[in-house]
C-alpha cells in the first residue's frame, strides 16, 4: 500500500473517529462519576409514565430537595415493558446547586454507547492496519483498445 492509497486513509480515519468516541466515553464516566459523588441522594415517587411514539415508556418522578420543594425529574431511558410502576418509590440524586439537575443514578448510558462505538471503530481500525498497512498496492490490468 502506498502513502496515496485511499484506504490508507480510510483506515487511519476510522482510528480517529473511534479514538475519539472512546475519549467521549471516559468523558462522559468520569463526569457522571464526579455528579455522583457531589450529588445528594434521596427517594422520589413515579407519578406517572410518559411514553413515546413506540409506545415504551419512561418514569416520571416526583420528589423534594432539602427545602422541601417539589420537582420533577423525566427519565430519558425508555423501556418496554415499562421498568417501573406507577406510585414506585426510586432513588434518585440531584444536584445541591442545581435541585433540577438530578439523575436515578446508575451507570452512565451514554458512557457505554460511545464506548461500544468507540471499541468497534478502533478494533476495525487495528485490524485493517495490521492486515494492509504494508501490504503492495493492487494495480490493476488495464485494457487495451
Not at 439537575?101 to 454507547?113: E, K, L, P
Request: charged share 15%; aromatic share 14%; hydrophobic share 45%.
Amino acid at each position: 500500500m502506498n502513502k496515496t492509497d485511499p484506504l490508507r486513509y480510510v483506515m487511519l480515519l476510522f482510528l480517529l473517529i473511534g479514538v475519539g468516541f472512546l475519549g467521549g466515553a471516559i468523558y462522559s464516566y468520569i463526569s457522571h462519576k464526579n455528579f455522583m459523588a457531589s450529588a445528594t441522594k434521596t427517594s422520589g415517587r413515579v407519578i406517572n409514565l410518559h411514553s413515546n411514539r413506540r409506545g415504551s415508556k419512561a418514569p416520571v418522578v416526583e420528589y423534594s430537595d432539602a427545602s422541601g420543594k417539589a420537582h420533577f425529574y423525566y427519565h430519558n431511558v425508555y423501556t418496554k415493558p415499562s421498568a417501573y410502576d406507577l406510585g414506585e418509590t426510586v432513588e434518585l440524586y440531584f444536584s445541591p446547586a442545581d435541585p433540577e439537575d438530578a439523575t436515578m443514578g446508575g451507570i452512565s448510558v451514554m458512557a457505554i454507547i460511545f464506548g461500544f462505538i468507540g471499541f468497534i471503530f478502533t478494533l476495525i481500525s487495528v485490524v485493517c492496519i495490521k492486515v494492509f498497512w504494508n501490504q503492495p498496492a493492487v494495480i490493476l490490468p488495464q485494457k487495451r483498445y
